[in-house]
């Protein structure tokens, strides 16, 4: 009779220095991270989380839909543009101290010569009406992006422990503070977030006790 396979722990539960698991990959080295923060920051016009979600967690698979909303929750309640949050997490994690700077030259090195260059030359057609209507015009694009990668991850929450029903609860009452509301960014954080990781924390518990109590 074969052994039975040892239960595999959720993304959560595992420590900084295990292996992700068998449907993720690892950075092959620093240069390795290196180039691919630098194309994806080259990448991130009007922002970088549609971009961010498609390297790491489709193309690259350095990330599960549901490693990544874990890893990308925790980098927006840290100071500090989420992106870079993100990557130095993911580099100190593999190469230590290096492959966190590796990270963050990589988003920052050709980004930054880019972004100079395109002030002097943007500094020249600024006023121009055509110019105005394109920003314009890419914004709304960003907020399709934006949108799009929010309902790509929305199945990963199936697994969530609170479960989908509270997670859609806890992100509308995010939007209505935040969008509706006005208030302080902060407070949501405090006031929803907490709401969120008190709960979570109790419906843990109590799945950690119906296990025990299967093998009791």
């Known amino acids: 009779m074969n052994a039975p396979a040892p239960p595999t722990l959720p993304a959560s539960s595992r420590s900084p220095g295990s292996d992700p698991g068998p449907q993720t990959e690892q950075p092959r ?3 390795d991270l290196f180039w691919s923060f630098n194309w994806l ?4 016009f009007g922002g970088l989380l549609a971009v961010v979600q498609r390297e790491l967690v489709e193309k690259k698979r350095w990330y599960t839909r549901e490693q990544f ?3 990308w929750a925790v980098a927006q309640i840290m100071p500090g543009p989420n992106v870079v949050n993100l990557g130095m997490t993911l580099g100190a994690r593999h190469f230590g101290l290096s492959g966190a700077l590796a990270v963050l030259f990589g988003l920052l090195t050709l980004p930054l010569l880019l972004v100079l260059t395109l002030a002097v030359l943007y500094s020249g057609v600024a006023e121009h009406e055509v110019v105005r209507g ?6 709304a694009v960003s907020a399709g992006l934006i949108l799009a990668t929010a ?16 997670c859609a609860l806890l992100a509308l009452a995010c939007f209505a503070a935040v969008a509706l509301l006005r208030l302080p960014l902060a407070w949501v954080l405090l006031a929803v977030g907490g709401m969120a990781w008190f709960w979570a924390a109790r419906c843990i518990r109590r799945a950690d006790k119906l296990r025990a109590g299967e093998h009791s």
């Open 69 to 71: 909303l874990e890893e």
């Open 41 to 44: 920051a080259l990448q991130g």
């Open 29 to 31: 080295s620093r240069a």
């Open 134 to 139: 394109a920003l314009r015009g890419m914004g």
């Open 151 to 166: 309902l790509k991850l929305a199945p990963a929450l199936k697994t969530n422990p609170i479960g989908p029903t509270v």
